[in-house]
Nanobody, 115 residues
């Protein structure tokens, strides 16, 4: 089974930037989509951004223009570049990979936006 390992989280001030990485234990070529969800305290899991095997991307409206998702197939890794972070974006960020109807999730990584 594929393993997804997130890294790059941490504490950042409002307006700051972070780059999250999601490294897969196998080739990501076969995945239909990979991306990121986030779960804030007391809230449900919500899509942030995703990238499809075609290379096309999808973002939730609130992050458009500030976040960028990309993938490096040679490294089996998906990245999420987050700029102009807001305090309300404090959450656990979870990487996912989907192959047809099968979803795999990483353990999640904490992102805290606070002064």
């Amino acid at each position: 089974q594929v393993q997804l390992v997130e890294s790059g989280g941490g504490l950042v001030q409002p307006g700051g930037s972070l780059r999250l990485s999601c490294a897969a234990s196998e080739s990501i070529f076969s995945f239909n989509a990979m991306g990121w969800y986030r779960q804030a305290p007391g809230k449900g899991r919500a899509l942030v951004a995703e990238i499809f095997s075609s290379g096309s991307t999808n973002y939730v409206d609130s992050v458009k223009g500030r976040f960028t998702i990309s993938r490096d197939n040679s490294k089996n890794t998906v990245f999420l570049e987050m700029n102009s972070l807001k305090s309300e974006e404090t959450a656990v960020y979870l990487c996912y990979a989907r192959r047809t109807s099968i979803w795999k999730w990483g353990q999640g990584i904490q992102v805290t936006v606070s002064s």
